[in-house]
């Protein structure tokens, strides 16, 4: 029997492993689930048999078949996921593979994506990606001792100056659009027409309060986390 497709290229959700455990034996994760109702320890990887898994796919969930494109991502952007939250400059190309995979994960996982035709989904992403490679920057690294979540649909679109937040009907020029994905426990992107290129900034805690929430109200199916919480 062929293995489900995955809701998150493993490598990602690889970023937020736990701290390794003494005969375990691969990455693990915290991962929770509401219809659990708990943190789990679970591997990254998928083990062999049919026991579920925290990352399986609902059937017809990559209609559009994104995924192929975002584990080929992998060379160029699980290096980034572990090395961005030291302050450098970007290389030649890889600001282009980060915005790829942002795009690319955002509009694979939306919570509408079902709805979505092939042509829709592919032309989002692209008009995502190029939004992202327009727009500023900001690179929140979490302090010692908090870290940032991801989960099942990690990306979100907020609107500070008004009442919507949602990750569908909203235009991506407007100023006041705020873009934001958790890329590593100690790093969160969040991309925003107010600055351009790029700022690392140490997160205080309303920011990580606020982006650990704006994934929280996004990821419908499960969180994960390096260690069982969500600060705050």
């Known amino acids: 029997m062929p293995r ?22 691969g990455s693990h994760v915290w991962a929770y689930r509401a219809w659990v109702g708990e943190w789990k320890r679970a591997p990254v990887h998928r083990p062999e048999g049919d026991a579920p898994h925290f990352n399986d796919a609902e059937p ?30 970007f290389a030649p190309g890889e600001r ?20 979505l035709s092939a042509a829709e989904a592919r032309a989002g ?45 909203f235009d991506l020029a407007d100023p006041s659009v705020e873009l934001t994905l958790p890329l590593a426990p100690d790093l969160a992107l969040h991309a925003t027409w107010r600055r351009r290129g790029e700022l690392w900034r140490r997160a205080r805690e309303e920011v990580l309060l606020e982006l650990n929430g704006r ?18």
Do not use: K
């Open 4 to 25: 489900p497709a995955v809701v998150l290229p493993p490598y990602y959700a690889a970023a937020f492993a736990a701290a390794p455990i003494p005969a375990e034996g």
């Open 60 to 89: 017809g969930a990559d209609a559009a078949g994104l995924l192929g494109e975002l584990l080929a991502l992998e060379g160029e952007v699980a290096p980034l996921l572990r090395a961005l939250a030291a302050p450098r400059a």
């Open 96 to 115: 282009a593979a980060l915005a790829r995979f942002v795009a690319l994960l955002a509009v694979r996982n939306a919570p509408h994506a079902a709805g």
């Open 125 to 169: 992403a692209e008009a995502l990606e190029r939004t992202l490679a327009d727009m500023g920057w900001v690179l929140w690294t979490a302090p010692a001792g908090v870290h940032f979540v991801t989960g099942s649909s990690p990306f979100h679109a907020a609107f500070p100056a008004g009442e919507a937040s949602r990750t569908a009907g």
């Open 215 to 232: 994934t929280c109200a996004s990821s419908r199916r499960f969180l994960l986390a390096p260690v069982p919480q969500v600060p705050g």
